[in-house]
């Protein structure tokens, strides 16, 4: 009886040394899960800087475009009064010549029908 008890205290033993081997191996992966998930963390810290300083920079870009959309809003705006005022001087041109044709026709006509 003291043999098999003995066997059972050292079935026991072997039982809790397993126990044992395997709560260290769980605490050391707990260890190497904790340090992943710092690591994470870290990670996870420095994307949101980046996405940050990503934000800023569109933020940049966009005030940079809408600065040379008008730019070139105040450029086209220029363009077209340009163009606009030299059609004006160029129909006050024409209709100053057409003027001068008929005040011609109308000497010439004059000429002819006094030379009659």
Same mark, same amino acid.
């Given at each position: 009886?003291? %043999?098999?008890?003995?066997? #059972?205290? %050292?079935?026991?033993?072997? =039982?809790?040394? !397993? +126990?044992?081997?395997?709560? $260290? ?5 707990? $260890?190497? #899960? ?13 994307? =949101?800087?980046?996405? $940050?300083?990503? =934000?800023?920079?569109? $933020? !940049?870009?966009?005030? %940079?475009? /809408? ?5 070139? !809003? /105040? ?6 009064? @340009? ?9 006050? %041109?024409? @209709?100053?010549?057409?003027?001068? +044709?008929?005040? #011609? ?9 006094? !030379?009659?």
């Amino acid at each position: 009886m003291e %043999e098999r008890i003995l066997q #059972l205290l %050292e079935g026991l033993n072997a =039982k809790v040394d !397993n +126990i044992e081997t395997e709560m $260290g191996s769980m605490k050391s992966e707990m $260890g190497d #899960l904790k340090t992943e998930m710092g690591s994470m963390k870290s990670e996870i810290g420095d994307l =949101k800087t980046e996405m $940050g300083s990503v =934000k800023s920079e569109m $933020g !940049n870009l966009k005030s %940079e475009m /809408h600065s040379r959309f008008d730019r070139v !809003n /105040h450029l086209l705006e220029g363009i077209g009064g @340009q163009f606009e005022q030299r059609t004006r001087q160029r129909i006050a %041109e024409g @209709q100053a010549i057409s003027k001068e +044709i008929k005040i #011609l026709k109308l000497r010439i006509f004059d000429l002819e029908t006094k !030379n009659m």
